[in-house]
């Protein structure tokens, strides 16, 4: 067996982000090196990303990134075997610094480009540290998606629960901005969230009675707004919901994990599911512990990726574009980056509708 290395370039939100990925010739994986660069200062001051200021900053770091990730690595350009880049969903302008990047660095090269869909990384991140077979269940957890993707095979995906709004990384954001917390907001409901009472405000649940695996998180963020503009936003009451918000979520995940496991195993005719949960939600430790109590009684299992391979980053684009490379799934140079790519390319797009029983 042949050794490969794959540079993958992630660029999709605010975080510049290069890894090098190593198959050996006894077929072991490793992450040689995983450089990110977060822009959290360039957005910090407007509570959200600026497409525009996060396709700036990615042109102006992403040359700088590709060359310590080598460095890194202890690898030099002409040992690469392929060039992988998130090609979507994603801010445009982002993709297009990551994309033509590798494009470039391919030609020159002459090695294949591979195009990644990011949300292909993210449902691939654990495989670098863990194996586990297929066919698994995902849910998906980040800043731009929420859903629940059967992955019968690599490659072969069945999208079976969406957000019909925000998705739930949104959710934290916004929640975060009402309380005048930092952003990204995930990390400070958590931290907020451990000194807090998650039973002194009530907030709803929507869609929890619907029996489907679809989730709906515009009207929680709504009704914390609504509490809030009848409290002082204080240190105690930034506390208080904090964990009322984050525990009406992990309620929300529970129940909807649930029926998304009956879905899987009715699928599979199986009576054990394993569940992989990525993006950078699955960081939250509350979330994480609050699943795995489900485990026993609904007969499955948890797989995380370590944080580091949660939030966007290199090493899972890179882990992706090695599996496609072994299988010959390599791109074309006119490929164009995709602002909108579901992995299930059956599924419909339900963003705004409503739902009921499906
Ligand atoms: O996967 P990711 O890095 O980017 C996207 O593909 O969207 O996810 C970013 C999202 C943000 O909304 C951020 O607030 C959330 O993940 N996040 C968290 C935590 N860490 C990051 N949410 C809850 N708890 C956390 N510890
Ligand atoms: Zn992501």
């Known amino acids: 067996m042949k050794k490969i290395l794959i540079l993958g370039i992630e660029s999709s939100c ?3 982000s290069v890894a090098i990925v190593e198959k050996n010739q006894k077929g072991k994986v490793r992450v040689l090196s995983n450089i990110t660069k977060s822009q959290l200062d360039v957005h910090l001051k407007y509570g959200g990303v600026v497409p525009e200021l996060a396709a700036r900053a990615h042109s102006e770091i992403i040359d700088q990134i590709i060359l310590m990730a080598l460095k890194k690595a202890k690898v030099k350009l002409n040992q690469l075997s392929a060039i992988a880049a998130t090609a979507g969903p994603g801010l445009l302008g982002g993709l297009l610094v990551g994309v033509v990047s590798a494009k470039t660095l391919s030609s020159i090269l002459k090695i294949p480009f591979i195009a990644v869909n990011h949300l ?3 449902a691939l991140s654990v495989l670098l540290e863990q194996k586990i077979d297929f066919p698994y269940l995902l849910l998906l957890v980040s800043g731009g998606h929420t859903e629940f993707t059967v ?3 690599f490659n072969k995906y069945e999208r079976v629960g969406t957000t019909l709004d925000d998705a739930i990384g949104e959710a934290f954001d916004k929640t975060a901005r009402i309380l005048r ?6 990390p400070e409901i958590e931290k907020y969230a451990l000194k807090g009472d998650p039973y002194k405000y009530k907030l709803p649940q929507p869609l929890i009675y619907e029996k489907n695996c679809h989730f709906s998180f515009s009207g929680l963020k709504s009704a914390v707004a609504q509490v809030a503009s009848k409290n002082k936003i204080n240190s105690q009451f930034k506390k208080d919901m904090a964990a009322s918000f984050q525990k009406t ?5 529970k129940l909807k994990t649930k029926s998304a496991i ?5 699928k599979h005719k199986n009576s054990f599911a394993n569940i992989i949960v990525a993006g950078g939600v699955a960081a939250n430790q509350y979330l994480r512990k609050e699943l795995l109590n489900i485990e026993n009684e609904y007969h499955c299992q948890f797989y995380f990726p370590s944080i580091k391979l949660c939030t966007d980053n290199g090493a899972m684009i890179a882990y992706a574009g090695l599996v496609r490379y072994e299988k010959n799934l390599v791109n074309k140079l006119n ?3 995709k602002p909108r790519w579901p992995l299930d390319k059956n599924a419909t797009f339900l963003k705004g509708k409503r739902i009921v029983n499906e």
Not at 249 to 253: D, G, H, N, S, V
């Open 335 to 337: 490929f164009k980056p």
């Open 120 to 122: 292909e990384g993210h």
């Open 181 to 186: 917390l930092n952003y990204p907001g995930g």
């Open 14 to 16: 605010d975080e510049t």
């Open 262 to 266: 009956k879905l899987f195993k009715a």
């Open 249 to 253: 979520i992990a309620e929300i995940l």
């Open 151 to 153: 992955v019968n095979k």
